[in-house]
């Protein structure tokens, strides 16, 4: 199988619209989070990822800029690929291209991909908390 990850931005509705559905199967079908929360209108200004396998998408995520500095979010692979190097092509393909720029890198994570992340460098801080009825923890990039 072979993996690949390509970056845009919203104004290409065509991957974006990809995106969506992986998010909305992930988030909104599989996790029981309310469309509201998954599309927080926060899109047009987020980078967006989509994870390829074999030329079909299989997983997304996005980044924005905020005061605390780069957030990574909206982290999602379909079930029948999570396992199979999508995700770590995705943080790899993520942290090339940001480490370079010295900015603060964080995320919230949720409680089950903590160890995940920490593979990759990133420190849980502060408290367990709850965003969108799912256990949390605020990670930032520490390597």
């Known amino acids: 199988m072979e993996i690949n990850v390509i970056r845009f931005n919203s104004k290409n509705t065509e ?3 990809e995106a969506f559905k992986i998010r909305t199967t992930v988030f909104v079908e599989e ?7 998954e599309y927080d209108g926060l899109d047009e200004e987020a980078i967006h990822y989509l994870v390829f396998a074999d030329k079909k998408p299989i997983g ?25 190097n999508a995700g770590a092509k995705l943080m790899e393909y ?3 291209e940001l480490l370079p720029t ?3 890198i964080y995320m919230n994570a ?10 990759y460098g990133f420190k849980i801080v ?6 969108a009825n799912i256990e949390h923890y605020k990670m930032l990039y520490n390597k």
Request: aromatic share 12%; charged share 35%.
């Open 15 to 17: 991957l974006l619209n």
């Open 31 to 37: 996790q029981n989070v309310s469309k509201e929360i």
């Open 60 to 84: 997304t995520g996005r980044r924005r800029y905020t005061e605390e500095g780069i957030k990574l979010e909206r982290f999602a692979v379909y079930k029948e690929y999570r396992g199979k």
């Open 94 to 96: 993520i942290l090339n």
């Open 102 to 104: 010295n900015q603060k």
């Open 110 to 119: 949720q409680s089950a991909v903590v160890r995940f992340y920490e593979k």
């Open 126 to 131: 502060g408290d367990r908390f709850i965003e």
